[in-house]
């Protein structure tokens, strides 16, 4: 961690604290919530370990609500049980338009009006927990359970950036209880089910039960590893002001910090239907599951007037869409090998269109999969697309087999060069050992040059095919060297196509480290995760260079990246493979770091107040330019920046002959980006 210059006196460090606590919650509403940052992940970050190293240094200012404290708890040995501040009921729920009519008719009926005002939500798929607030601090948060009582998991929820410790002072809300659905976005879930299959896991089934076995698992630490999110959508208590509708309350929610889904207003229930049906379409492009809609009456003296059952309240109820699942037959069991070299069983399926596409495969993980669900070819199973995109098989309907069904046996050797297959200790995965395979050599290209990775058009699975089968391309770097004669060799391409296809490897070229990173198929290092080591490394070389206690500092790299990252570039061949990238000309700096580093190997120190930048600030413009920053003179020093009231480092600088500059100066050297010298 880097050193700050930490106040000495309590109340100064107090009133930091305060300062950056208000700064970190307002960054995270604008990251997490908005999706709108207004600053860098890097410049957060500094916000970030500047407060941990002020709390390490005067612990006794240390709270529950400090962002820091977010995942700083042990350990759980059991959940404890704690009660609702109001009963969570469940919705009463329809799967037809007549359904929906039924429930207008008996809410009309008892309210003796002729047209309600409802508003409709999408009901997320996940999983529901109550938050409980006193002065505004977050106090204690819960699952369900039985609807009166549910388990205390406060440690796991505060992991979660989207729920907010403290709340905003905009709000008049103090001391109350809000509701919120727990889930897991479908990029996300995808991106650790494949971190899951990598490591030899078995994945999780569907987002809400990556959600649900996330939120209740005993160490909080690791539930901060996993992408969970919320959405708060009721005021179920409130000890202060009353609110007349729903619709007030979500507003004020809203204002409150909270992270609060879409939602419409509509007058009557045939508005309501046209909705729901706009709805049916709009769900599937968005990165989360919902298996309905939820209808609520809008007033809420209405909510009093119709109260609840035992089992659901009268002001609302739940349509559910149609589930994305449908019955097929598999025809057989095929091995594709990936990158890894993991060989995956795929079940090919007689096709049926589930969610809008056409389904003709799905995955079956491994042989433990396999094994569990029992499945052959020749079942009848039912398929659910999982995260809306993935098709899965959930069961074998076995009371439907004929007695000509045929067990599968993974296979022993790689189908696809002959080497042993080999399942190693703690892996639910079996393994191609021949890292040269052509199988994995494909799919590691191929990879590379997707469109998230280097976005190479044109470099598709069957012309790579070609290209590794005529042993022209057996790394990234080979792709580089191809010259058109070469390509005209393969089938079908001709001169302008093969012209075209090396434009665009030359353009890749530019495409910056963050594509370079994700593209490299590092273990753990996805899109998100290769931006923020970007962010925080700008150039290759210095993320080659790093260790894992330093990456383990950066907000969301845990220690299973860090060891990854780390591993990658020790193994000689990685750094082979990097320099011959280079070589060939593939940038391997950030685009923001390809600008001009005039201040490269210039050490500055910097001495009194300054007026337009603190210490911190001055000391990130110096680094963003390639310079260094010292706290003491030394004979390193290059240049030392004069402030107010200067110390006596001014003096010593005097003594060794070192450039001596005033903040105009200093200010004046960032903007005309000059050598000291020219100064």
């Known amino acids: 961690m880097e050193n700050y210059n930490l106040p000495e006196d309590i109340e100064k460090a107090r009133e930091r604290i305060d300062e950056l606590r208000q700064s970190i919650r307002h960054h995270n509403y604008k990251y997490y919530v908005e999706d709108n940052p207004e600053i860098t992940d890097y410049e957060y970050d500094k916000l970030f370990e500047e407060l941990k190293a002020l709390e390490e240094e005067f612990p006794e200012l240390i709270t529950e609500n400090s962002p820091t404290q977010r995942i700083g708890s042990e350990k759980i040995e059991a959940f404890e049980t704690v009660e609702h501040k109001a009963k969570m009921l469940s919705l009463d729920k329809s799967h037809s338009e007549q359904g929906l009519r039924d429930f207008d008719k008996r809410i009309r009926k008892r309210l003796h009006n002729s047209q309600i005002e409802y508003i409709i939500e999408p009901k997320i798929d996940g999983l529901g927990i109550a938050l409980y607030y006193e002065d505004k601090t977050l106090l204690r948060g819960a ?175 739940a349509y559910k869409y149609p589930p994305n699942r449908k019955t097929t037959r598999i025809s057989d069991i095929e091995i594709m090998v990936g990158r890894t070299g993991k060989l995956t069983p795929v079940a090919i399926l007689e096709p049926i269109h589930l969610a809008g596409t056409k389904v003709s495969r799905a995955s079956l993980h491994n042989e433990d999969e396999i094994k569990k669900l029992d499945v052959r070819i020749g079942d009848e199973v039912l398929v659910e697309k999982a995260g809306k995109i993935i098709p899965q098989i959930i069961k074998v309907i076995k009371e439907k087999r004929q007695g000509d069904e045929k067990k599968f046996e993974m296979p022993h050797k790689c189908p696809v060069c002959g080497s042993a297959a080999k399942r190693f200790n703690g892996e639910v995965a079996r393994k191609c050992i021949n890292a040269q395979c052509p199988a994995q050599i494909k799919q590691r290209i191929q990879h590379w040059g997707e469109r998230n990775a280097m976005n190479i058009d044109g470099l598709g699975p069957k012309l790579l095919e070609k290209l590794v089968d005529n042993n022209m391309v057996r790394h990234f770097a080979d792709l580089y060297k191809l010259k058109t004669s070469d390509l005209q060799k393969i089938e079908r391409m001709g001169e302008k196509s093969s012209e075209n296809l090396l434009k665009e490897i030359e353009k890749s070229k530019q495409e910056g480290l963050a594509r370079v990173l994700y593209g490299l198929g590092i273990p753990y290092v996805g899109e998100h995760i290769a931006r923020i080591l970007t962010e925080n490394f700008h150039t290759i070389d210095k993320l080659m260079e790093t260790s894992e206690i330093r990456l383990k500092q950066i907000n969301e790299i845990g220690p299973e990246i860090a060891q990854s990252v780390v591993s990658f570039f020790k193994e000689e061949k990685n750094r082979e493979l990097i320099e011959q990238l280079k070589k060939e000309g593939v940038k391997m700096e950030s685009k923001e770091y390809q600008r001009e580093q005039f201040l490269e190997g210039i050490y500055f120190v910097f001495t009194g107040a300054l007026d337009k930048y603190t210490r911190n600030e001055a000391s990130e413009e110096v680094r963003k330019f390639g310079g260094r920053v010292s706290s003491s003179v030394s004979k390193k020093t290059d240049i030392i920046v004069r402030g107010k009231n200067p110390g006596s480092k001014l003096e010593k600088a005097k003594e060794e002959g070192i450039t001596i500059l005033n903040e105009e100066q200093f200010i004046q050297l960032l903007e005309d980006k000059k050598m000291p010298s020219q100064v």
Do not use: C
């Open 143 to 317: 699952t369900r359970g039985n609807g009166a009582k549910g388990e205390d998991i406060t440690a796991n929820l505060k992991t979660i950036m989207t729920i907010p410790l403290k709340i905003s002072t905009e709000t008049s809300l103090t001391t109350f209880e809000v509701r919120g659905e727990i889930y897991m976005p479908v990029d996300a879930f995808q991106e650790l089910n494949n971190s899951r299959i990598d490591k030899g896991m078995e994945p999780f089934a569907n987002p809400r039960n990556a959600a649900s076995g996330t939120v209740r698992h005993k160490d909080p630490k690791e539930v901060a590893e996993r992408p969970l999110d919320i959405f708060i959508y009721a005021l179920s208590y409130n000890e202060e002001q009353k609110f007349k509708t729903h619709l007030e309350t979500l507003k004020e929610l809203k204002k409150a910090g909270f992270k609060v889904n879409e939602y419409e207003k509509a007058e009557g229930i045939s508005a309501v239907i046209h909705k729901i049906n706009q709805w049916e379409h709009k769900k599937e492009r968005l990165n989360y599951e919902i298996d309905g809609i939820v209808i609520k009456v809008n007033d809420l003296t209405s909510h009093d007037i119709l109260g609840s059952t035992t089992h659901h309240p009268r002001w609302a109820i």
